[in-house]
């Protein structure tokens, strides 16, 4: 199985997150694991998992190209997840290693490989 660290992209760092419950922004830190996933954590120490996003073939959502904020719907579990930059250009850059890996590595990828006959 392929992952993260073998395309190339990886990337972690603050944004923040908009709350499934209280709608408010809470910092995070986030960073893309080997597993595809995107984990968030309550700081830069790592000392807390709050939740990880499914990254493989998921989609990825953007009102208008100036924006800070995107969204990233799992298919997998059909959860839609808001995240906002400090910037658009940092905003640019998750979407960006987020779209490569998620066009990588689709669900169906991960198929048994073929058996020797």
Known sequence: MRNAFDIGPYKEGFLMKKGHFRRNWNNRF??????????????????????TINIKGSIIHIKHPSDDHFQIEDTIKGKLTFIRADCNLTMREWVDVIQQISRSISPDSEAKEPEDE
């Open 30 to 51: 986030f960073r893309i694991e080997p597993d595809n996933t995107l984990a968030y954590y309550k700081d830069a120490n790592l000392s807390k998992l709050c939740g």
